[in-house]
């Protein structure tokens, strides 16, 4: 390029013959250089799930509105919960959008919404469509809208069910609520794998399990892979052979243990034998969501 520049300044006169010189020395050093896109091209290719690239896009559907907070993944990238109104219903739900930054996490966001798309039950989210978007890189699923709390954020917060302490009887209506859950995943044959008071909402004291990012298909071979949050993940959960939708009832009689030791009182008798129970080292001895319900605390 310094010849080029070095011949432009010999050969410069004020004429015409100049001027167009000077053009074509131009057209030759742009047409030289690599003009950078103003976007990268993407190396996760979104349109792999072609029946999620909507004809109309999400904005055209839906409104933003404010930031109800951050979302947690599994993978490390960016995410975000909003309110969101749609625009022909007029109904609001929210927004649960994330950076699809690699192949997993674009497979985490399709099979969170596979999963969830096919359960219908009271206290369990509720998804309703999923748009992936190229040009932002999104992935992005419309959802019930809980304006709770949930139950980590209640605890930290030092929130108190009624009164003074979390009572018996409430962490008991919890326990029903999501024992059931529990039992209607294993007809579902699926396994949260996170169950954590982080993925437990409250509204009015109607307990809603959300997040279904980790959750698994059971399979006669079982689950692989450790998943959820440390201390409520199962010990089997290190087995080489496997684990089934035990490791959810481990998950939540941990919750529920640290419920009960946020009272002031001891919890009954009942209620410690079901907490015992679900916490058995051992799967195999261990209760099921259905036992559970079944359990003289909870009839």
């Known amino acids: 390029m310094g ?3 070095k011949e432009w300044r010999q050969d410069s006169p004020d004429g015409v013959q100049g001027k167009v010189r000077k053009a074509e020395f131009v057209r030759r050093l742009l047409g030289s250089l690599e003009i950078p896109t103003t976007k990268p091209p993407s190396s996760v290719d979104l349109r792999a799930y072609p029946r999620y690239l909507h004809i109309v896009s999400l904005a055209a559907e839906y409104t933003r509105g404010e930031l109800l907070g951050g979302v947690r993944l599994i ?37 969170e919404y596979e999963t969830l798309v ?15 978007e190229p040009e932002a890189q999104e992935a992005s699923l419309v959802m019930d809208l809980l304006p709770g709390q949930s139950l980590y954020q209640l605890l930290s917060e030092g929130y108190e069910f009624s009164g003074e302490c979390y009572i018996e009887a409430e962490v008991k209506s919890v326990a029903q609520q999501l024992f059931s859950a529990l039992f209607y995943l294993k007809v579902k044959d699926i396994a949260h794998r996170d169950l954590n008071p982080a993925n437990i909402m409250l509204v009015d004291s ?7 990012q980790t ?3 059971l399979t006669p071979s079982g689950l692989h892979g450790v998943m959820g949050t440390s201390p409520y993940q199962a010990p089997e ?11 959810d ?17 001891p919890p009954s008798a009942a209620a410690r034998e079901l907490l015992d129970w679900c916490r058995k080292s051992d799967p195999e001895t261990r209760c099921s969501a259905k036992q559970a319900l079944g359990s003289s605390w909870l009839l």
């Open 3 to 5: 010849s080029q520049v």
């Open 75 to 111: 993978q490390g990238a960016s995410g975000s919960l909003r309110r969101c109104r749609s625009v022909l219903l007029g109904t609001s739900f929210a927004l649960k959008s994330v950076k699809v930054t690699s192949e997993s996490l674009l497979k985490v966001a399709v099979c």
């Open 118 to 132: 096919q359960l219908d039950h009271p206290h369990i989210v509720s998804v309703y469509a999923l748009f992936l």
């Open 206 to 212: 109607q307990a809603t399990l959300i997040d279904f």
């Open 215 to 217: 959750a698994g298909s």
């Open 237 to 247: 959960m290190w087995d080489p052979e496997g684990y089934g939708a035990k490791v």
């Open 249 to 265: 009832v481990w998950s939540l009689g941990r919750v529920l243990d640290r419920l009960m030791q946020s009272s002031n009182t």
